[in-house]
């Protein structure tokens, strides 16, 4: 580990590197079907997980935390969940 | 120094909060951030 | 009573005298944090305050030394409340003693001046990289009127020069300051901040050195010692100094180790002065309550192999005058050891 002068992080984007996706318990998963591409679960997402893949949206599990704020905002109930299997 | 008055020899004299206001003047601070001031303008 | 100091500033900046951007904040805690935005961007900072402005900052002062931006502040040393008190007192700066800050402590309108110059260079020393308080006593300091020699610019240009940023903020080169340090890597982080503190003992010295050689001007690095060594000691800081050397004129074989820097704290010029002394007193502004004068418990620590009898004297608190006749008691009590508080509830000494 680098130890740089007053903590600074020289690298731009270097966060991309800490995939806190392992931090999950509960995955969210998107209906496809049910999905409108509204976007909602996007703008309420602390991480920015959410992703628009043509007209609707997927999840980036690299990062998703497993908040579930998208599955409790969604307006059209198209967000499930399962445990997170490890 | 426009509010300097008194002179003793070279010396000024001045209040110790003048010579720290002095002193960061000499060193070009660019920022000075205080609460409270009485605006000078 | 520090408004003084940034009321002169504003007046540069409005004549001119000084190009500089006067932030007018809502509180102290927003004019740290001004402070820090602006060294984060690169450029000299600097702003003033005391006792409850400092207290009320004081989350800030660990940010900006731990993000080890070498901002400058004069601080005015005044009494804590309650009660409310604006009188000289140490409780304020002694308050803030761990945050990081070097604490320079000045006993004379010139040596206030040339300190704060001397702390843009101290601070801003690639080995040293942390802020700067330069602290003086108020209204004793800070409101009496000294003659004093005021450098001009182009004398002091040699000695101060351009602030070079070790890192800023740059749109062209993004950086991320203050991000989290997790416990896998915040104690890295605090021991190179320790072992900054630690190389300030040198770069106090050479400046001030260097400062002397320039302008004829020194103030002994980090201790100023007169009569040193001798039979017993007094150690102190602040305008109080200015006292003590004139009692001790009348009196044989005692010296004064005036501490200039309490932070970094001078433990082995400590030790060397006092090497052969048999009793030390230690005078303090301030009073840590549950314990002593905070800078009683630093010699004592700085001294634990040491035989002399150190005893602490609380005196000054809340602006009360430190007299003559009370250093005379200060010597009168030399060898009682312990905590003793001068001049209060009408008892000139008292436990």
New interface residues.
Partial sequence: ?K?N??????E?GS?KKNKTGNWREERPIINMAKCTGCGICWVVCPDGAPFKKGKVFDIDYDYCKGCLICKRECPFNAIDSVDEER | MAFVKFRYGRKNVISGSDACAIGAQLAGVKVIAAYPITPQK | METLVVERLAQFVNNGELDARMIKVESEHSACSAAFGAQAAGVRAFSATNSQGLALMNEILYIMSGARLPAVFGIVNRAMSSPINIWCDHSDTMGCRDTGWIQLYCESAQEILDTTLQAFRIGEHKDVLLPVMVCFDGFILSHLYEPVYIPTRTEVKPFVGKYRPHVKLDPDKPVTMGPVGMPDSYMEFKKQQAEAMEAAKKVIKDVDREFKRRYGRGYGGLVEKVNIPAKTIIIALGSVCGTIKEVIKKHKNIGLLRIRSFRPFPEKEVKKACAKAENICVIDRAFSFGNHGPIFTEVNSALRNCNATITGFIAGLGGRDITPDDIENVIKNADEGGTLWLDVFGKGVSR
């Fill in positions: 580990m130890f002068t007053g903590a600074v992080v020289h731009p966060t």
